[in-house]
């Protein structure tokens, strides 16, 4: 028996590391993860309110976010090789052009 | 054995996320996330959705993270260095982080007694609920995530590809 709240709350605290790591992270990748991060923690909300609620729809929607999700990564990380190309950096302070 | 085991992969999952926070190489970061995403698999399980706890695992912790390091290591990488460019995040960032933190944890944790709680075994979507509802009131748009996932893919491999 564990209280639904205990589990929105867990959502919560790895959300807010996902927006602190995105902020302070100055490494493109590591912004990227804490992107996946975030998408995690919604997910686990969506995971526990279909619990709450006893519908399917709450975890279908999971599954299109791990479906959108991988599709971003992989073209994200395609975008991060091609700034690494023509850089030679992946600290962002340093990438501020969109046309080099 | 609810309670324990919420207990452990709840606090694994803080522990990684917090490591992702403070580690300063991306490959120290990239493994925490996948300790995050696979007890984070776990917790699925203890909710009852079955099929989501292994996609997690084969997706995530497999796929995404494996795509994650593949790029870590084909770019070397090291260990980032800090630059005063983000000072305002700093400033504003953290204590609205910690604010929005607080608005959430107080809010659901005020709802305690509406929500109720979360029994083992109450509420189990097997793989074939899952499916039934997929294939049949959602079939259009599961076609459609997969032409977007081919579209993905064609992207990827143009960004990626060597320019001549």
Known sequence: ?????????LSAALFSIGVSAFLIKRNIISIFMS?????????LAFVTFAHHWHQVSGQIFV??????AAAEAAVGLAIIIAVFRSRDTLNVDQINLMKL | MHLVLFLIFAGLCL????????????????LSLIVVM???????????????ALAQIIVYSGAIM??????????NVSAEERTHGSRIAYLAGIPGVLALFAILASIFLSLTKNLGSAQLGEFLVTTSDLSRVLFRDLLLPFEVT????????????VLARKEH
Do not use: C, D, K
Not at chain 2, 41 to 50: D, H, R
Not at chain 2, 146 to 157: M, P, T, Y
């Open chain 2, 146 to 157: 997969s032409v977007l996932i081919l579209v993905a893919i064609l992207g990827a491999v």
């Open chain 1, 35 to 43: 992107i996946e991060l975030m998408l995690n923690a919604v997910n």
């Open chain 1, 63 to 68: 599954f299109f976010v791990m479906v959108v």
């Open chain 2, 66 to 75: 494996v795509l994650f390091v593949f790029v870590i290591m084909l770019l």
């Open chain 2, 15 to 30: 522990a990684g996320a917090l490591n992702l926070l403070f580690q300063r190489h991306p490959i120290n970061s990239a």
């Open chain 1, 1 to 9: 028996m564990i209280p639904i709240s205990w589990y929105l709350v």
């Open chain 2, 38 to 52: 696979t007890s984070l698999a776990v917790l699925y399980l203890l909710l009852g959705a079955e099929f989501l």
